[in-house]
Structure formats: C-alpha cells, structure tokens
Nanobody, 114 residues
Framework: QVQLVESGGGLVQPGGSLRLSCVAS????????MGWYRQDPGKERELVAR???????NYADSGKGRCTISRDNAKNTVYLQMNSLKVEDTAVYYC????????WGQGTQVTVSS
C-alpha cells in the first residue's frame, strides 16, 4: 500500500524557516523522482522543487533561492528546507513521486503570517 506522510508545517512569521519532511512507503523510493508541490485554495497545485534519483534538482520559480530539496534513500524520506518565508508561501504542501504525479498524501499546512 502506497503512503506518503508529510510533516513539518506550521505557523511561522515572515522571514522564518521551516523544514518539511515526507516519508514514503509502498514504493521503491530510490528509483523515483520525488517532488514537493503546494496548493492555495482556489488555485492549481504547483511544483516547488523535485529531485531525481541521481540527485539532479529542479526548482520552480516558487522555490528558487529560498528552498532546498534533499532526499535520504535509506529513510525513504524527502525534505524541503524553506527559508526567508513570505506570506505568499502560505499553502498546503504535498510531496509525490514520479515526473507526472498522480498519488498524493494528506499534505502539511504552511501558514506565513505576522
């Protein structure tokens, strides 16, 4: 059974940092591209960053310069370090696998507010 469990979200002030984690089970983690996405209410889910099996990283504009994605294949876990957070980063953050994801976890809420 495939499971993706995201954690690490919360309420943070503008300029703050958060580290999100996503533990995957039921997939052969190390062969998949893993990605972080986010979704605001009323908007489409968008890519933040993804990391390929070999370690190549792609950042969307939303993630460039302020986010770092990493993975630990031994722990079946992908991370997203987010720094200098802005109010507009407020969203539910999801991880998924594959280049065209179709399976999602429950997400973790990130709220940036003073």
């Amino acid at each position: 059974q495939v499971q993706l469990v995201e954690s690490g979200g919360g309420l943070v002030q503008p300029g703050g940092s958060l580290r999100l984690s996503c533990v995957a089970s039921g997939i052969y983690f190390r062969i998949y591209t893993m990605g972080w996405y986010r979704q605001d209410p009323g908007k489409e889910r968008e890519l933040v960053a993804r990391i390929l099996p070999g370690g190549t990283i792609n950042y969307a504009d939303s993630g460039k310069g302020r986010c770092t994605i990493s993975r630990d294949n031994a722990k079946n876990t992908v991370y997203l370090q987010m720094n200098s957070l802005k109010v507009e980063d407020t969203a539910v953050y999801y991880c998924s696998f594959g280049l065209t994801p179709s399976f999602w976890g429950q997400g973790t809420q990130v709220t940036v507010s003073s």
